[in-house]
């Protein structure tokens, strides 16, 4: 099994996440310095930042029942595994089994955030090519304008990243307040956007992803994803 895959699958964190630790060097097998892409046998003792980790065992895959949850998370949260991280999405939610989130959602903003156990499928949700919505309402420090609704929806350069957004839907809501949906999740993107009309937000929050919405979630709470659902976010799957 690949290292990353093996790291996941012990609910530590993403493969993404993996692959980070494994370049930083935080990671060791059987003692070793190791490297991406390196494979892990039945055998083999893993270590991140030297605490040994232990995967799934071969042909027990659903010994225990994966966790899909959908979180309205409150502003000051941060989305990270990281438990030394005062205010960290693992600690908040304290869930029973080792869990971690499908992609980010800035400490500053709240709304809807995915968690799971499943590192296998973290990747087929956020891959850029599969152009999965987000829906975001947006509040700013000015009235929203019918010239900034055509500038942010046809695409905004940001040269700090050195890249241009994708076209995306926007509509004015009601005076200082929009929505607008991406198909893409570059860093702290809407912000960006925003700033580079010269304004600034005040409030920023997730209400979808692909097809699950926040709905009547309160912020903190949490409720597991129903099956269509899970047939809506991964439909190539039949198993989850």
Same mark, same amino acid.
């Given at each position: 099994?690949?290292?990353?895959?093996?790291?996941?699958e012990t609910g530590l964190?993403?493969?993404?996440?993996?692959?980070?630790?494994?370049?930083?060097?935080? @990671? %060791?097998?059987?003692?070793?310095?190791?490297?991406?892409?390196?494979?892990? *046998?039945?055998?083999?003792?893993?270590?991140?930042?030297? =605490?040994?980790?232990?995967?799934?065992?071969?042909?027990?895959?659903?010994?225990?029942?994966?966790? $899909?949850?959908?979180?309205?998370?409150?502003?000051? /949260? %941060?989305? %990270?595994?990281?438990?030394?991280?005062?205010?960290?999405?693992?600690?908040?939610?304290?869930?029973?089994?080792? /869990?971690?989130? /499908? *992609?980010?959602?800035? =400490?500053?903003?709240?709304?809807?955030?995915?968690?799971?156990?499943?590192?296998?499928?973290?990747?087929?949700?956020?891959?850029?090519?599969?152009?999965?919505?987000?829906? $975001?309402?947006?509040?700013?420090?000015?009235?929203?304008?019918?010239?900034?609704?055509a500038g942010m929806a046809?695409?905004?350069?940001?040269?700090?990243?050195?890249?241009?957004? =994708?076209?995306?839907? @926007?509509?004015?809501?009601?005076?200082?307040?929009?929505?607008?949906?991406?198909?893409?999740?570059?860093?702290?993107?809407?912000?960006?956007?925003?700033?580079?009309? *010269?304004?600034?937000?005040r409030r920023l929050q997730?209400?979808?992803?692909?097809?699950?919405?926040?709905?009547?979630? =309160?912020?903190?709470?949490?409720?597991?994803?129903?099956?269509?659902? !899970?047939?809506? !976010?991964?439909?190539?799957? %039949?198993?989850?």
């Open positions: 099994m690949r290292l990353n895959k093996y790291i996941s964190c993403s493969r993404r996440e993996a692959d980070a630790l494994i370049a930083a060097g935080r @990671v %060791t097998i059987n003692g070793k310095p190791v490297e991406l892409g390196q494979q892990v *046998g039945e055998t083999d003792e893993v270590r991140v930042d030297g =605490k040994p980790v232990h995967g799934r065992v071969r042909g027990a895959e659903h010994a225990t029942r994966r966790v $899909y949850i959908a979180l309205n998370k409150p502003v000051g /949260i %941060t989305c %990270t595994t990281e438990r030394h991280v005062a205010g960290n999405i693992i600690d908040f939610i304290g869930h029973p089994q080792r /869990i971690f989130p /499908i *992609g980010r959602l800035d =400490k500053d903003s709240d709304g809807l955030i995915l968690l799971t156990s499943n590192g296998d499928i973290v990747n087929e949700i956020l891959r850029s090519e599969n152009n999965h919505e987000k829906e $975001y309402l947006v509040t700013i420090d000015r009235p929203v304008t019918p010239e900034f609704v046809g695409g905004v350069h940001l040269p700090e990243l050195n890249a241009t957004t =994708k076209r995306c839907r @926007v509509e004015k809501i009601a005076g200082n307040t929009f929505r607008i949906v991406l198909t893409q999740g570059l860093n702290r993107q809407i912000r960006r956007m925003c700033e580079a009309f *010269g304004c600034k937000v997730r209400v979808r992803i692909v097809n699950v919405r926040l709905g009547a979630l =309160k912020p903190g709470q949490w409720r597991d994803l129903s099956e269509a659902e !899970l047939r809506g !976010l991964l439909p190539g799957r %039949t198993i989850w």
